[in-house]
């Protein structure tokens, strides 16, 4: 129930997101959540999208460097604690997150958080185990 996250190589020059933004528009992608880790010369920009396959397309067609990464989209509690006890959950089972970026859910009450962990499987059976709830890649693609 992994889903897939595209990450561009961005230079950090002013137009450059814009320019990104704008392929993706013009292929009729819808973004979905999105992140940026930058330095003092290039960025790494990660985006969710309602069309994976459309936006690597576009993205190459138009000389982008870009990857896929499987993540989990997790879903939880719109309240404080929420997140916190999800990374509880995975903390005590010895799964560490490299990274996350949270999202806005469509599911009231709820909020969705991206995780990027070494094993999708054994941390999607640590959070099933404790009744915390993934999101399928329909339920984001759609």
Known sequence: MSINQISVFVENKPGKLADITEILAKAEVDLRAMSIADTQDFGILRLIVDNPHAALTALRDNGCTVNVTSVLAVEMPDKPGGLAGVLRVLADKNVNVEYLYAFISRSKGNAYVILRVE???EAMAVLKEAGIGIV???????
């Open 119 to 121: 094993d999708n499987e």
């Open 136 to 142: 399928t890649a329909e339920q984001i693609y759609s």
